[in-house]
């Protein structure tokens, strides 16, 4: 008998980002969005300084804990 991979629930990359905007809000720290040539990047600030030049969405969601394990950034 195979086991399953457990359940995981789809969370939309608009409701993420504010997710963890909120969250970053509270720690006196801000998420910026650096669009060019139809990519994305997404910058943490921290006190007028970059603190992360390149963050992933989905683990800085997750190392914030915004997003539990049972949900996914859905593509």
Known sequence: M?????ATVPVNR???IARVDRALTK????LR??????????LVID???I???DA???KLARKIGVL???ERLAE
């Open 2 to 6: 195979s086991k399953k991979p457990p």
């Open 14 to 16: 608009r409701a993420l």
């Open 27 to 30: 720690q006196g720290r801000e």
């Open 33 to 42: 969005i650096a669009r060019r040539g139809g990519m994305s990047n997404f």
């Open 47 to 49: 006190n007028e300084a």
């Open 51 to 53: 603190a992360d030049n």
């Open 56 to 58: 992933d969405l989905e």
């Open 68 to 70: 539990e394990p049972w």
